[in-house]
């Protein structure tokens, strides 16, 4: 009988083929629902800070897209990032 020269990579293979097969046919549990950071928003933030109230700007869908600087008193209002660059002031609001 003449024998056959041994092949180590086939055992390597078939090992990688079953690895895989096992892998892949195994259930996934989803990683726990982790919660966004809450980071605040700068602009809303000096709004509160100095004494004004913050509103959502709802959009056509009903969703908020912007938010205004609400001087309760006079009614008046300023987008919340051009209050924070000085660009929009509101009545009675801290000096720059």
Avoid: F
């Amino acid at each position: 009988m003449i024998s056959q020269p041994r092949q180590p990579g086939v055992r390597l293979v078939a090992a990688v083929v079953w690895l895989l097969a096992a892998v892949c046919s195994a259930e996934l549990t989803p990683a726990p629902h982790a919660e966004p950071a809450k980071i605040p928003n700068p602009a809303v933030r000096k709004c509160l800070d100095d004494g004004y109230e913050p509103q959502a700007v709802l959009g056509p869908d009903g969703l908020p897209i912007d938010h205004n600087c609400v001087d309760k008193s006079s009614g008046k209002a300023c987008e919340v990032w051009k209050y924070l660059r000085g660009d929009c002031r509101l009545p009675d609001a801290p000096p720059r």
